[in-house]
């Protein structure tokens, strides 16, 4: 291998008889010093002034390139290396959403502006011109960027470009210009239209020539169903939209006397469920037809009667049995339909009446602890003496007001509470009264909820709420003041 240029030459040390002496010995090493230095001044300083560059005048090439190698700016190439590496991501990133599609139309740019100039960094690069390739790196992912930002132009002026070529009947161009939108943004509902509009434009030439061929052989049907179908590839094609109207008022026209027919059969006969569908095929037709709407009316008031009396029915059914709330809503259902009906005004004032009597009723029955206050034990005892007076025996309502009036019996009977405390704490009940002190007393209260406070002079009051259920036996509390202020 050969010996690195930089590296000093080892000195063999070789035993000699006939040794220099001091002075000869200093003088060789004065001349080895001088011949040194004119070598380094003719390999590297005079190069340098005649402009040659000292790597290329060196015959190694291994010396050449660690010359090289010792030139290179570490800074400039990571700021080269990170260039290179934004560059190349930004422009994977573009390629993989389509810029190889939506780019090459120029606006600001195009890809193939961003391309070359990317193309040229990485040659800068592969020479090892990390300043040329900065540059260019820095170049390219500016284009890249102004790329990137200049989809919604692109989209809009995409979009115009598609719907004026669709328009002009150039099939091409507006397919073009439509997969440009759809590959920046897959989901444009517009470009997915257009596209599918500029796909069928050749098939829909086809069906008209058809179609104006069957109309003239007198085959309406089959004209009607060709310019259905160019319909149904383009909803928005005014001379199909007419065509298909013109044939569609001949060929409805028969469909509509047909059904009419069956209809003024059906309620002559008095089969209300065969006029009905009769109407509704001829609705389906012509909607705003007179004498549609004169069947329609003989049918409803025909159907309305029937009604009524099922109601009514249903009404009276309900009386019977004591469910008052479906004679309710029976009687509103006739209202709705004839306001002025007499049985139905004055069932439905008794109905509501009775319904609310068997709502209150249900109230204090299913839930007793509201005859724990006073109020509503009077209020229940006048509801149940009300209903017993003004119901006959055996009836719902009566039953469930007896049943009241025997559980309200055990809620007006007052129960004996001993009350104990400490002879020093002053007792109150409130709604009975001031109890004062003692150790124990005993008083009568009616079942329900009470509070009770103790006071003491020195102490922190204390007060709570008891409730004396019905017919309580042995009902004791205790109060007394016992924490120390």
Request: glycine share 6%.
């Amino acid at each position: 291998m050969g010996q690195d240029p930089e590296t000093p030459l080892p000195i063999r040390r070789v035993k000699d008889n006939n040794a220099l002496s001091p002075t000869a010995v200093a003088v060789t090493a004065a001349v080895f010093v001088i011949l040194v230095s004119c070598c380094i001044l003719v390999i590297f300083i005079l190069p340098a002034k005649s402009g040659t560059d000292p790597a290329q005048a060196a015959l190694d090439g291994t010396a050449e390139s660690v010359a090289l190698q010792g030139a290179i700016d570490p800074e400039l190439k990571n700021k080269t290396d990170q260039a290179r590496q934004h560059a190349l991501a930004l422009q994977a990133r573009l390629e993989s959403e389509g810029v190889e599609v939506w780019g090459l139309d120029t606006l600001q740019t195009n890809y193939t502006e961003a391309e070359a100039a990317l193309s040229s960094a990485q040659e800068a690069y592969a020479d090892g011109v990390y300043q040329e390739a900065l540059t260019a790196y820095t170049t390219a992912i500016g284009l890249l960027e102004t790329l990137d930002a200049s989809r919604p132009e692109r989209i809009e002026k995409a979009l115009a470009a598609g719907e004026s070529a669709l328009q002009a009947g150039d099939a091409t161009e507006a397919k073009r210009n439509f997969e440009i939108v759809l590959s920046l943004d897959p989901a444009n509902a517009t470009a997915l239209d257009g596209l599918e509009a500029a796909k069928l434009q050749p098939a829909m030439r086809k069906l008209i020539g058809e179609a104006e061929l069957a109309e003239s052989s007198g085959d309406l049907l089959g004209a009607l169903g060709l310019y259905q179908q160019i319909l149904a590839m383009d909803t928005d094609r005014p001379e199909s939209l007419a065509e298909v109207a013109r044939l569609q008022a001949a060929i409805e026209e028969k469909a509509y006397q047909r059904a009419i027919n069956a209809a003024v059969q059906a309620l002559q006969a008095g089969k209300l469920d065969e006029a009905q569908l009769a109407l509704a095929a001829a609705r389906a037709i012509r909607p705003e037809g007179a004498l549609l709407k004169e069947l329609e009316g003989e049918l409803n008031e025909q159907r309305l009667l029937d009604d009524i009396s099922q109601m009514r029915q249903q009404a009276l059914s309900a009386e019977a049995t004591g469910d008052w709330h479906t004679a309710v809503d029976a009687y509103t259902a006739i209202l709705k339909i004839d306001s002025t009906i007499a049985f139905a005004q004055t069932g439905i004032v008794q109905a509501e009446k009775l319904a609310r009597l068997k709502d209150d009723l249900q109230m204090y029955l299913s839930d007793k602890d509201l005859l724990l206050s006073p109020g509503n034990v009077a209020h229940a005892r006048e509801l149940g003496t009300l209903v017993v007076e003004a119901r006959p025996a055996g009836t719902l309502l009566h039953s469930m007001a007896t049943e009241l009036l025997d559980t309200l019996v055990a809620y007006e009977t007052p129960a004996l509470v001993r009350i104990t405390s400490d002879g020093k704490t002053q007792v109150r009940i409130f709604r009975v009264g001031l109890l004062g002190t003692f150790t124990s007393v005993e008083k009568e209260l009616l079942p329900g909820r009470y509070e009770i406070q103790g006071t003491r002079s020195g102490y922190r009051d204390v007060s709570f709420t008891f409730t004396v259920p019905p017919g309580a036996a042995d009902y004791a509390i205790t109060v007394t003041c016992k924490e120390k202020i």
